[in-house]
């Protein structure tokens, strides 16, 4: 069991009767539009495939969960399921002495341990979509760990991307990029942020470079160990060489490419000719405007909710 925020499974869960399924599903939708970690059954169908639901259930309903949202209607009163969502929630707020069900009501009847003097949402009068602002708000910013927001426009805007294809390339590359900083070790991922942070932009797409002894300062490590630690990211799609400027090597300079290794992207065009320029524009929009000690948190969380409009506004 986690008990701290941001550790939890999921932001909130969605507990309700299938008759409000039409209403439930555009709050779900507009919350995952927004990156909000959702349980809503629908996304859950393999997940819960195989699994005993009664032990499950109980689990993500008491446990996994920062808030719980209790759609109550005349039909939740009556089914089982929705009954054994509720007893669960019930029993980690009755526990927790905190804010943990937030009721959203259809109509007017009564659920068993839902006090008449809980505030709630009227259903009736407030729009999905407007619930799940409301949603996002009650959650307030927050640091998401492993995430990648679903519709990076900022990303694309960045790279001046429109046609569909290169959108859907890009986006192919930037889960690849994703993906090779999740296996790094947390001093790979600093020497990656610091390099493709601090880069000269003379020669991208072709690669990030950056004085050496610069990076040396930066980081404050031996020149041996930055080299040694880019070597070691090789099977991550990282090569390198260290240019010397002149002969008495005393302005040398660290050159770096990224190249998508992913068995998903193939050797697209967009993968062969631009993944370095994506994966510093990924960094650079990510931890452009921190400071040491908040890009740091990023560099360990891996929130990757600056680069789009629609879950930046909800980062810590």
Same mark, same amino acid.
């Given at each position: 069991?986690?008990?701290?925020?941001?550790?939890?499974?999921?932001?909130?869960?969605?507990?309700?009767? #299938?008759?409000?399924?039409?209403? =439930? %599903?555009?709050?779900?939708?507009?919350?995952?539009?927004?990156?909000?970690? =959702? +349980?809503?059954? !629908?996304? @859950?169908?393999? /997940?819960?495939?195989?699994?005993?639901?009664? %032990?499950?259930?109980?689990?993500?309903?008491?446990?996994?969960?920062?808030? $719980?949202?209790?759609?109550?209607?005349?039909?939740?009163?009556?089914?089982?399921?929705?009954?054994?969502?509720?007893?669960? /929630?019930?029993?980690?707020?009755?526990?927790?002495?905190?804010?943990?069900?937030?009721? =959203?009501? +259809?109509?007017?009847? @009564?659920?068993p341990g839902l006090?008449?003097?809980? #505030?709630?949402?009227?259903?009736?009068?407030? *729009?999905?979509?407007?619930?799940?602002? &409301?949603?996002?708000?009650?959650?307030?910013?927050?640091?998401?760990?492993? +995430? +990648?927001?679903?519709?990076? !426009?900022?990303?694309?805007?960045?790279?001046?991307?429109?046609?569909?294809?290169?959108?859907?390339?890009?986006?192919?590359?930037?889960?690849?990029?994703? #993906? /090779?900083?999740?296996? &790094?070790?947390?001093? *790979?991922?600093?020497?990656?942020?610091?390099?493709?942070?601090?880069?000269?932009?003379?020669?991208?797409?072709?690669?990030?470079?950056?004085?050496?002894?610069?990076?040396?300062?930066? &980081?404050?490590?031996?020149?041996?160990?930055?080299? !040694?630690?880019?070597? #070691?990211?090789?099977?991550?799609?990282?090569?390198? *060489? =260290?240019?010397?400027?002149? *002969?008495?090597?005393? !302005?040398?300079?660290?050159?770096?490419?990224?190249?998508? &290794?992913?068995?998903?992207?193939?050797?697209?065009?967009?993968?062969?000719?631009?993944?370095?320029?994506?994966a510093a524009e990924?960094?650079?929009? /990510?931890?452009?405007?921190?400071? %040491?000690? $908040?890009?740091?948190?990023?560099?360990?969380?891996?929130?990757?909710?600056?680069?789009?409009?629609a879950t930046i506004?909800?980062?810590?």
């Amino acid at each position: 069991m986690t008990s701290q925020r941001g550790e939890r499974d999921y932001d909130v869960c969605l507990s309700f009767a #299938g008759e409000q399924r039409d209403y =439930v %599903e555009r709050v779900a939708a507009s919350l995952k539009q927004a990156g909000i970690r =959702v +349980f809503y059954d !629908d996304y @859950e169908k393999v /997940a819960l495939w195989g699994k005993d639901l009664y %032990e499950h259930l109980d689990y993500i309903y008491d446990k996994s969960a920062e808030y $719980c949202i209790l759609f109550a209607s005349e039909e939740y009163a009556k089914k089982v399921w929705t009954n054994h969502e509720r007893r669960s /929630a019930q029993a980690r707020a009755l526990m927790s002495h905190a804010e943990y069900v937030l009721p =959203v009501r +259809f109509d007017a009847t @009564e659920i068993p341990g839902l006090r008449a003097t809980i #505030g709630y949402l009227d259903a009736q009068s407030t *729009e999905p979509e407007s619930l799940a602002q &409301m949603i996002v708000d009650k959650l307030g910013p927050r640091m998401r760990k492993n +995430f +990648f927001p679903p519709n990076p !426009d900022l990303l694309f805007e960045a790279l001046s991307i429109t046609d569909e294809q290169d959108l859907e390339e890009a986006l192919s590359v930037a889960h690849a990029f994703m #993906g /090779a900083l999740q296996r &790094m070790t947390l001093d *790979e991922r600093k020497l990656i942020a610091c390099l493709f942070c601090s880069y000269c932009p003379s020669e991208l797409p072709d690669n990030v470079h950056q004085s050496l002894d610069l990076i040396h300062r930066l &980081m404050g490590w031996p020149l041996q160990q930055i080299i !040694d630690t880019l070597r #070691g990211i090789r099977s991550l799609g990282f090569v390198h *060489e =260290v240019r010397h400027e002149d *002969e008495s090597h005393n !302005d040398s300079v660290l050159v770096c490419q990224w190249n998508d &290794m992913s068995v998903d992207s193939g050797l697209t065009d967009f993968a062969m000719l631009n993944s370095t320029w994506l994966a510093a524009e990924m960094m650079g929009l /990510a931890v452009g405007h921190y400071c %040491e000690g $908040c890009a740091i948190k990023f560099i360990e969380s891996l929130d990757f909710s600056r680069l789009s409009s629609a879950t930046i506004e909800t980062h810590k």
